[in-house]
């Protein structure tokens, strides 16, 4: 079937990490994250806070605690969305209720709600011209970016996203494959991919790479990375306070 021009858009809306050196209008940035706000929520309560980050010190700080990657520090628009677990219980206090604490799954559920959101503001930001990219090496580092951000310990940094628009390299780079339904889509119930169907889709979409070299070599530079224990410890570190009553 045919695609039309709208549909076609989250095909062709890829990740950027190299942007121009051009501000972001307040008006711009105002409509992307408007359209977050409209975004689904959870019994519509926006379970989320966006930190609109401006200030280049924060944003130099934010590049380095998450894996030391530059371009963050020269994006002209940063956000991050905090899965916020406090808003609510402090309208429950506020009307007199004596609320239980926080647990696990109201911290997920917020989590959610901010990734819905920031999905709807990368969507409205590629419809407008801008580029996008998810930064979620957030979640590292726990205590250095809670002290940086003065989060609440009911708050979690779901994800970041940086915004700009993106240069001709960036414009032009090819955005990379995805496995194709038959891998990722299951009827009914759940099943795990076969061994032949594993090397399939990796066929798929490294024709050209060897599958036990790229495994090997993926899985020490990312499954196995410093940043990646780091980025558990510190989400350990987040769920523990959902996981004790005050």
Not at 119 to 131: P, R
Request: hydrophobic share 40%; with cysteine; aromatic share 10%.
């Amino acid at each position: 079937m045919s695609i039309n021009h709208e549909i076609q858009a989250f095909f062709d809306r890829k990740s950027v990490r190299s942007f121009q050196d051009k501000p972001v209008t307040d008006e711009i940035k105002n409509l992307i994250i408007d359209a977050g706000i409209a975004a689904p929520s959870a019994g519509n309560q926006q379970l989320y806070t966006i930190i609109d980050v401006e200030d280049q010190v924060i944003k130099e700080k934010l590049a380095v605690l998450c894996d030391n990657q530059p371009f963050i520090a020269t994006a002209p628009v940063v956000l991050v969305l905090l899965a916020d677990c406090r808003r609510w219980l402090d309208c429950y206090h506020s009307a007199g209720l004596a609320p239980r604490h926080p647990g696990p799954g109201d911290m997920l559920l917020a989590c959610e709600d901010a990734v819905i959101a920031a999905q709807n503001m990368v969507m409205a930001a590629h419809f407008l011209g801008l580029g996008s990219c998810y930064i979620g090496d957030i979640l590292e580092n726990k205590e250095q970016v809670a002290a940086l951000l003065r989060l609440d310990p009911l708050v979690v940094p779901a994800t970041m996203l940086v915004f700009g628009y993106p240069t001709r390299q960036a414009e032009e780079r090819t955005k990379p494959k995805r496995p194709s339904r038959e891998y990722l889509v299951r009827k009914d119930y759940y099943s795990s991919l076969s061994d032949p169907e594993l090397r399939r889709m990796f066929d798929d979409l490294f024709a050209e790479k060897d599958f036990d070299q790229y495994m090997t070599a993926f899985c020490n530079r990312k499954y196995m990375s410093d940043f990646a224990q780091e980025m558990n410890r510190s989400v350990q570190a987040y769920i523990e306070i959902f996981t004790h009553s005050a």
